[in-house]
């Protein structure tokens, strides 16, 4: 059997699995979930609420966590310092 690939369009959000690690994520959605008064059809409301989800998450992320592509960025320069220092190769790090 073929895999079928079916192209759904960008992802509403990014559930990052660092964030459940947080004892006030769980909190944090509740209360904006419930703070969001959309009016219309339940997949309207669902969406909307999901826009919105997606803005307080990026704001929470960068107040809890710190911008972690940037840390992440810095972290593959270091390696690639220490790398050249020590003579070996440049080496490329997973993106977080």
Aim: net charge positive; proline share 1%; aromatic share 14%.
């Amino acid at each position: 059997m073929k895999d079928v690939f079916v192209d759904w369009g960008l992802k509403p959000f990014r559930n990052l699995d660092f964030w459940q690690s947080d004892n006030r994520f769980k909190e944090f959605l509740g209360i904006k979930w419930s703070s969001y008064k959309v009016q219309g059809e339940g997949m309207y409301i669902f969406k909307e609420k999901l826009k919105n989800l997606k803005s307080d998450l990026k704001v929470w992320n960068i107040k809890v966590f710190g911008n972690v592509h940037h840390i992440s960025e810095g972290l593959q320069k270091r390696s690639n310092e220490l790398d050249i220092q020590e003579g070996g190769k440049k080496i490329s790090l997973r993106k977080f």
